[in-house]
Structures are given as C-alpha cells and as structure tokens.
C-alpha cells in the first residue's frame, strides 16, 4: 500500500519539530521514491562510474539528516530538498575528479526536456548546467528553482507550483524560458558541432 501524501507530509512536519521517531518511520515511506531520482542521476552516467545509486542516496541521505533543521512544508517540497541535495553531491563529485570536461569529446546539445534524466558526461555538461543554472539564479531564483524542481527533481507542474507557490501556467511559461536560456548559455564556449 503506497503512503498518502498526508501521511509523509505529517511525518516530515514531526521530523521537523525534533521527532526522532517520526524520521525512523518516513525512511521506509519515502525510499523508493528517493532511490528512484538518485537512479535517474546514475542511469546515463558513463559506464563504469565509481559513484552508485545507492551511493548517492546514501550520501544524499546522511546530508538531509546532518542538515540544520528544516521546516519540511509537505511531501513535495521534501523531494524538492533531496533533488537538490543530490545535485550538489554530483556536481561536487564531478568538479572534485575533473569528470566532466566542457566541450570535451562526445558533448551534445542540453536536453532538459525530459525531467530528471541527467545525463551526466554523455548529453549533459553537468558542471556547465550548475554554473549556468547559478547564473540564472542571480538573474531569476524563481526560474531556477523551477528547472531545480522539474529537471532535477522530476516533479511535475502541478508539484513544482505547489513548491513555488505559483500557478500551474507561471511554472509552464518559467521552465519554457528557462530551458531555452540554459541550452544557450551551456553552449557558449562550446567548439562548433558539439
């Protein structure tokens, strides 16, 4: 029996008043879930990569729970949180080990149209995305938020609206602006034909 959204969101809220108990009892809710975006990060990785989906939910696990406390708003907004977590572990990783080489060999166009399908040292420069995506950030929080919350966190748009306390409409017309400012700004710099 999948969990309610009720459920989870009542749980995360216990987690976020101090209840122990409540985070020992969410894990085994939320696992799946979790275990499935921390795939999406790893399935298009290159063969061979030394970081694992487990590895990364692990990682990203370990990092939630170590967090300053978080004031968890609901079900949504608490995978919002661990898509973010999990950007950031693979974005480090790949600036620690020099793993993804702008331009490099085998680079393609930016494809952000399939929400969480990072596509880490194959479609995806996935350190040129982060650097572009901070600049937008600078420029517009909210349209980076929103291809945070649908391309790295696989929520749809009602979830994303919901997170951004939008409407359904602003998140379509922020992640159709957006998408198109990230595919140009990851190509800049780019050798032509790449």
Do not use: C
């Not at 393609?108 to 996935?126: F, K, N, Y």
Request: hydrophobic share 40%.
């Amino acid at each position: 029996m999948e969990p309610s959204v009720h459920q989870i969101t009542g749980l995360l809220q216990a987690w976020s008043e101090g209840e122990q108990a409540a985070l020992e009892r969410i894990i085994p809710l939320v696992y799946k879930e979790l275990h499935r975006l921390a795939h999406h990060y790893i399935a298009r990785e290159r063969p061979g990569h030394i970081l694992q989906t487990t590895a990364l939910l692990n990682e990203a696990y370990l990092r939630l729970v170590d967090s300053p406390k978080t004031s968890w708003q609901n079900r949504a907004h608490f995978f919002a949180i661990s898509a973010q977590v999990m950007r950031r572990i693979l974005v480090d990783w790949a600036r620690s080990r020099q793993a993804v080489k702008r331009g490099g060999e085998g680079a393609r166009a930016l494809d952000l149209d399939e929400p969480s399908a990072v596509a880490v040292g194959q479609s995806t420069d996935l350190v040129a995305l982060d650097d572009a995506l901070n600049t937008l950030a600078a420029l517009d929080p909210r349209k980076s938020r929103v291809v945070e919350l649908r391309f790295f966190g696989g929520l749809s748009v009602e979830e994303t609206a919901e997170v951004l306390k939008v409407s359904p409409e602003t998140v379509q017309r922020d992640w159709k602006f957006a998408k198109s400012w990230l595919r140009r700004e990851v190509m800049k710099g780019r050798p032509v034909g790449t």
